[in-house]
């Protein structure tokens, strides 16, 4: 029987109740605990007589069809969208039954999260109060005059209303509440509990889902695999003794399964040859979005074609990218894209964004924006995307089904040719991947010297025998990256000192500070990467030890936190030690932790139980671990107060950061920006700090010295200068602006005017854009002769230095080399007199080589500026290749068609060469934009030059 033959439900005898589904399966499962298993053996042996039990009693007095069942009893594979998680669910409820605000219910039911661990680990949780819904139920209940009894409700009758609810008939709040209030009136508690659950799709049978399919069916399991459908597991799979064919368990056409997954060995290249048999498919990874797409024609008519889009999680994307030849972003073009004897195939491939004008796959983010803007480009007059010149490229490398026939289990070469034989490749649109045959580590080698010239992010090596092995991760498919690559990050051991408490606990972690009295001082808080046994183990070690910070706060002398505090904090002593990984360290302006910097990405590895507390890492060997290995740790950064860096002296004014984020009522200070109009088009990064100032900050601190921000503002009356443009990033309105001829101006200006209180003349490190040279060349007058300003404030030993460092380079000669050496180390007690910390800033670049390339349309003093930038800080700018640590690109429009191409084209020039030189003992130079020297200089590090790839 096919799936397309499933149109009447199987033998569906009575209407049953909710309650039979409620009484007989799910409480019952969730009471089962240690404490009363009576003749079992184990909770799990429990469980699977309940769901037994209930499956035998469904078959014998309601029917063979489960599925209305299954629809509730698996939420989370039903197709249903309500568009409810639980703080909306909470505040439904709140509304609907007029709970107050601040009441003990009403905290109860918005703070259940942070009690969530409190009640779960109760063993004898009577009341169950872990869920959210059970919370919920009760609340409804004590506010009822009357209580149901149950068995009012049909389980059709729960199916219509969460139809209703899903359906655009209900979109609003007080929608969802006339439709669900009356209806759960004739819920008694227990009955309204679940079905609050699976309005929240959270599992009813959680674990055991995987056991209630087998139970049901023994082929169940892998069939839902293979279709991902309750109604076609379910009509389909009605008699047990009737067992699917292999055929069956495969891929089914226009139903969405779980494609085979690559593995990821760390295996040299010979093992990984030795392993692949010798013979194998080399692909180049690319950063799309998987997708499957199945096709099918009408016998009758060979034009009359459907499609489906399926992701690799399963989701249908079919509406986006054309369900027929009329609509979507990609099937309206494939009328003549398969030979014309292909009647229905399933394709498996990436589907990426194409930019038409620049020749290039654009980064995964810009696909469904790509997507959408080509899905509607016939039907609307104004392109709400115009901006964009991308479309929808979909890039096929293997073939699953193809006129009726199964390809799973044929071999990767045969599904290869026949690709070859049936797809009629349409250029940009709809495409096969080139994929080579490899047979040795030379090959993988010589692939990843194209990796490198392309800057790609590796590749994807396949059996060219292997089989398709749905739903699956199989080492048959491999995943290889250059080992430049891969990412860097910190491996630290913290001990525990407070927990943030929610579903997902969060434990904050601290460093041992030896120079301050041992004080335990908090760093970083971790909430990922911990099972459920892990928390059960945490718990089991720190049970009774923990204390109320609100309360009983801790000693100052002992443990610490800075602005972030936890719910409850803990003695070390009494505490665990994990390990974290993190990708990198990050920096908390604002005091958030006592130590002042944090960890970015982190999640836990493991419990560290055979280290006691004494053993975790200190703040001095993290210092010390931060500067030894500053190319591995990305981005780290420190904070900066005020401008102590440029021995300024910090005032309240120079803390333009604090006041922008602080002020709520803005009253006008001063009268700097008197009779000056603005017009704010991006906010900006702060350059000491490095935080984010929105562009409503600097409104605030606009208006609050005098300034009149205009909006709405026609092109025209900024070209008559009455209006200064500010803006710091590339949007839409600000390319307008440039197209006229409106140079845009850093807001890095407006704080240099507040700093110095007074309107400055701008200099060119105060022009993010410009329509022409003319403001640029004029503002240059304004720099010496070694581009320092003779306005902004300079160290005197940092220019001094690196004018006699210039000196020294140019005049050259052994001697002059000799005397370079005697200016590094006499210079670092001229840095430490001015009050400039020497170490982290004033040698940043030391031992550093760049080399630098420079487009046609890069003007000169941006390139010199580029090399003073890097001398300043005893950087050394090389000439060659072959010396340099870092390739870096002076700054250029990605969004001019023709410096985009030239720098595009000499980056692949500059890869060539790198690669025809390249062996897997020498380090590979990053190619990277001049942002990554900025950057730099501003975090104080060398920072990861991933995020700043050309």
Request: glycine share 4%; aromatic share 10%; hydrophobic share 35%.
């Given at each position: 029987?096919?799936?397309?033959?499933?149109?009447?439900p199987p033998n569906f005898n009575p209407k049953p109740h909710f309650s039979f589904l409620v009484t007989e399966l799910f409480t019952k499962l969730d009471l089962v605990n240690k404490d009363n298993l009576r003749n079992f053996t184990s909770i799990t042996a429990k469980k699977q007589f309940i769901i037994d039990e209930f499956i035998k009693n469904w078959k014998h007095y309601v029917g063979l069809n489960i599925y209305p069942a299954a629809r509730l009893?698996?939420?989370?594979?039903?197709?249903?969208?309500?568009?409810?998680?639980?703080?909306?669910?909470?505040?439904?409820?709140?509304?609907?039954?007029?709970?107050?605000?601040?009441?003990?219910?009403?905290?109860?039911?918005?703070?259940?999260?942070?009690?969530?661990?409190?009640?779960?680990?109760?063993?004898?949780?009577?009341?169950?109060?872990?869920?959210?819904?059970?919370?919920?139920?009760?609340?409804?209940?004590?506010?009822?005059?009357?209580?149901?009894?149950?068995?009012?409700?049909?389980?059709?009758?729960?199916?219509?209303?969460?139809?209703?609810?899903?359906?655009?008939?209900?979109?609003?709040?007080?929608?969802?509440?006339?439709?669900?209030?009356?209806?759960?009136?004739?819920?008694?508690?227990?009955?309204?509990?679940?079905?609050?659950?699976?309005?929240?799709?959270?599992?009813?049978?959680?674990?055991?889902?995987?056991?209630?399919?087998?139970?049901?069916?023994?082929?169940?399991?892998?069939?839902?695999?293979?279709?991902?459908?309750?109604?076609?597991?379910?009509?389909?799979?009605?008699?047990?003794?009737?067992?699917?064919?292999?055929?069956?368990?495969?891929?089914?056409?226009?139903?969405?399964?779980?494609?085979?997954?690559?593995?990821?060995?760390?295996?040299?290249?010979?093992?990984?040859?030795?392993?692949?048999?010798?013979?194998?498919?080399?692909?180049?990874?690319?950063?799309?979005?998987?997708?499957?797409?199945?096709?099918k024609r009408n016998s009758e008519d060979k034009n009359d074609m459907h499609f489906k889009y399926y992701t690799r999680r399963c989701r249908d994307y079919s509406l986006l990218y054309g369900e027929d030849l009329k609509n979507g972003a990609m099937s309206k073009y494939l009328r003549y894209a398969f030979h014309e004897g292909v009647s229905s195939c399933v394709l498996d491939g990436e589907m990426v964004a194409w930019d038409y004008r620049r020749n290039?796959?654009?980064?995964?983010?810009?696909?469904?924006?790509?997507?959408?803007?080509?899905?509607?480009?016939?039907?609307?007059?104004?392109?709400?995307?115009?901006?964009?010149?991308?479309?929808?490229?979909?890039?096929?490398?293997?073939?699953?089904?193809?006129?009726?026939?199964?390809?799973?289990?044929?071999?990767?070469?045969?599904?290869?040719?026949?690709?070859k034989r049936i797809i009629i490749e349409i250029p940009h649109r709809f495409e096969l991947l080139e994929t080579p045959i490899a047979h040795t580590a030379q090959d993988i080698e010589d692939a990843m010297k194209k990796t490198v010239l392309e800057r790609s992010e590796g590749v994807m090596l396949k059996n060219v025998n292997s089989k398709y092995k749905i739903a699956q991760r199989d080492n048959s498919w491999v995943k290889v990256k250059p080992e430049?690559?891969?990412?860097?990050?910190?491996?630290?051991?913290?001990?525990?000192?407070?927990?943030?408490?929610?579903?997902?606990?969060?434990?904050?972690?601290?460093?041992?500070?030896?120079?301050?009295?041992?004080?335990?001082?908090?760093?970083?808080?971790?909430?990922?990467?911990?099972?459920?046994?892990?928390?059960?183990?945490?718990?089991?070690?720190?049970?009774?030890?923990?204390?109320?910070?609100?309360?009983?706060?801790?000693?100052?002398?002992?443990?610490?936190?800075?602005?972030?505090?936890?719910?409850?904090?803990?003695?070390?002593?009494?505490?665990?030690?994990?390990?974290?990984?993190?990708?990198?360290?990050?920096?908390?302006?604002?005091?958030?932790?006592?130590?002042?910097?944090?960890?970015?990405?982190?999640?836990?590895?493991?419990?560290?139980?055979?280290?006691?507390?004494?053993?975790?890492?200190?703040?001095?060997?993290?210092?010390?671990?931060?500067?030894?290995?500053?190319?591995?740790?990305?981005?780290?950064?420190?904070?900066?107060?005020?401008?102590?860096?440029?021995?300024?002296?910090?005032?309240?004014?120079?803390?333009?950061?604090?006041?922008?984020?602080?002020?709520?009522?803005?009253?006008?200070?001063?009268?700097?920006?008197?009779?000056?109009?603005?017009?704010?088009?991006?906010?900006?990064?702060?350059?000491?700090?490095?935080?984010?100032?929105?562009?409503?900050?600097?409104?605030?601190?606009?208006?609050?010295?005098?300034?009149?921000?205009?909006?709405?503002?026609?092109?025209?009356?900024?070209?008559?200068?009455?209006?200064?443009?500010?803006?710091?990033?590339?949007?839409?309105?600000?390319?307008?602006?440039?197209?006229?001829?409106?140079?845009?101006?850093?807001?890095?200006?407006?704080?240099?005017?507040?700093?110095?209180?007074?309107?400055?003349?701008?200099?060119?490190?105060?022009?993010?854009?410009?329509?022409?040279?003319?403001?640029?060349?004029?503002?240059?007058?304004?720099?010496?002769?070694?581009?320092?300003?003779?306005?902004?404030?300079?160290?005197?030993?940092?220019?001094?230095?690196?004018?006699?460092?210039?000196?020294?380079?140019?005049?050259?000669?052994?001697?002059?080399?000799?005397?370079?050496?005697?200016?590094?180390?006499?210079?670092?007690?001229?840095?430490?007199?001015?009050?400039?910390?020497?170490?982290?800033?004033?040698?940043?670049?030391?031992?550093?080589?760049?080399?630098?390339?420079?487009?046609?349309?890069?003007?000169?003093?941006?390139?010199?500026?580029?090399?003073?930038?890097?001398?300043?800080?005893?950087?050394?700018?090389?000439?060659?290749?072959?010396?340099?640590?870092?390739?870096?690109?002076?700054?250029?429009?990605?969004?001019?068609?023709?410096?985009?191409?030239?720098?595009?084209?000499?980056?692949?020039?500059?890869?060539?060469?790198?690669?025809?030189?390249?062996?897997?003992?020498?380090?590979?130079?990053?190619?990277?934009?001049?942002?990554?020297?900025?950057?730099?200089?501003?975090?104080?590090?060398?920072?990861?030059?991933?995020?700043?790839?050309?």
């Open positions: 029987m096919s799936l397309e033959d499933l149109k009447e009893i698996f939420p989370a594979r039903d197709g249903r969208l309500y568009f409810i998680r639980d703080v909306g669910l909470s505040r439904l409820i709140t509304k609907m039954y007029k709970i107050p605000k601040n009441s003990i219910d009403f905290r109860r039911v918005n703070d259940w999260k942070r009690n969530y661990h409190d009640y779960k680990k109760l063993n004898t949780d009577k009341k169950r109060l872990r869920t959210l819904s059970y919370i919920l139920a009760q609340q409804i209940s004590e506010r009822r005059d009357v209580q149901p009894k149950g068995d009012e409700v049909t389980i059709q009758e729960v199916n219509d209303v969460l139809d209703k609810l899903a359906s655009d008939e209900v979109e609003s709040g007080s929608q969802q509440i006339e439709l669900l209030e009356p209806f759960m009136r004739k819920l008694n508690t227990e009955e309204l509990r679940w079905f609050l659950q699976i309005i929240l799709k959270d599992a009813t049978i959680s674990p055991m889902e995987s056991y209630f399919y087998r139970s049901w069916h023994p082929d169940a399991p892998q069939f839902s695999n293979v279709v991902n459908n309750l109604r076609a597991v379910f009509w389909r799979l009605t008699d047990i003794t009737e067992r699917l064919s292999e055929s069956d368990l495969r891929v089914h056409l226009m139903y969405p399964f779980l494609p085979q997954l690559a593995a990821k060995p760390k295996l040299s290249y010979e093992e990984i040859a030795s392993r692949m048999g010798n013979n194998f498919y080399i692909e180049e990874k690319i950063d799309g979005d998987r997708m499957i797409m199945h096709m290039v796959i654009l980064p995964f983010g810009t696909l469904k924006a790509s997507a959408v803007q080509e899905a509607v480009r016939h039907f609307t007059t104004e392109d709400a995307f115009s901006d964009q010149s991308a479309w929808p490229l979909f890039i096929i490398y293997d073939i699953l089904y193809l006129n009726g026939v199964h390809l799973v289990g044929t071999k990767l070469i045969e599904r290869r040719n026949a690709l430049y690559l891969e990412q860097f990050g910190e491996n630290l051991d913290l001990v525990v000192i407070g927990v943030i408490k929610g579903v997902k606990n969060a434990y904050m972690c601290a460093l041992k500070d030896t120079s301050d009295g041992d004080i335990y001082k908090s760093f970083c808080t971790v909430g990922n990467g911990f099972s459920n046994s892990e928390y059960d183990e945490i718990r089991r070690i720190t049970e009774g030890k923990w204390h109320d910070y609100k309360t009983e706060p801790p000693p100052p002398d002992k443990v610490l936190f800075g602005s972030r505090k936890p719910d409850q904090w803990i003695y070390p002593e009494d505490s665990l030690v994990i390990e974290i990984k993190a990708r990198s360290i990050d920096s908390e302006l604002l005091g958030t932790y006592a130590v002042g910097n944090t960890l970015h990405n982190l999640y836990c590895r493991r419990l560290r139980l055979d280290k006691s507390y004494e053993e975790c890492v200190t703040l001095q060997e993290y210092k010390e671990m931060k500067e030894l290995n500053s190319m591995d740790a990305a981005k780290a950064q420190e904070v900066i107060k005020g401008n102590k860096q440029l021995g300024v002296k910090p005032s309240k004014e120079n803390r333009l950061l604090g006041d922008a984020i602080a002020i709520k009522n803005v009253k006008v200070v001063s009268t700097l920006f008197k009779g000056l109009k603005f017009i704010i088009l991006s906010g900006k990064v702060d350059s000491k700090t490095g935080d984010r100032i929105s562009d409503t900050d600097i409104i605030k601190v606009v208006k609050k010295h005098g300034g009149i921000i205009c909006t709405n503002v026609e092109p025209q009356s900024v070209v008559d200068r009455k209006i200064i443009c500010v803006s710091e990033v590339l949007t839409v309105k600000s390319k307008q602006m440039l197209k006229i001829g409106i140079d845009l101006i850093s807001p890095e200006w407006i704080f240099q005017c507040i700093r110095y209180n007074s309107i400055l003349p701008i200099e060119p490190s105060l022009i993010f854009r410009s329509s022409s040279d003319k403001l640029v060349e004029t503002s240059k007058r304004r720099l010496d002769e070694y581009g320092d300003s003779y306005i902004l404030h300079v160290d005197e030993p940092i220019q001094k230095y690196a004018k006699r460092l210039h000196i020294v380079k140019e005049e050259g000669g052994a001697a002059n080399r000799q005397g370079l050496v005697t200016l590094q180390t006499n210079a670092s007690a001229d840095f430490k007199s001015a009050g400039v910390d020497d170490s982290p800033i004033a040698y940043l670049f030391k031992d550093v080589k760049f080399y630098i390339v420079s487009l046609q349309s890069t003007p000169s003093w941006q390139t010199e500026g580029l090399e003073r930038k890097i001398k300043r800080y005893f950087g050394e700018v090389t000439l060659a290749l072959e010396d340099a640590s870092f390739v870096v690109f002076t700054a250029f429009d990605k969004y001019d068609f023709a410096a985009d191409q030239e720098g595009r084209r000499k980056a692949k020039e500059i890869s060539s060469r790198i690669s025809n030189e390249w062996s897997r003992s020498k380090k590979i130079p990053y190619i990277v934009d001049e942002s990554f020297v900025d950057e730099s200089i501003r975090n104080k590090v060398l920072v990861d030059p991933q995020d700043y790839k050309v």
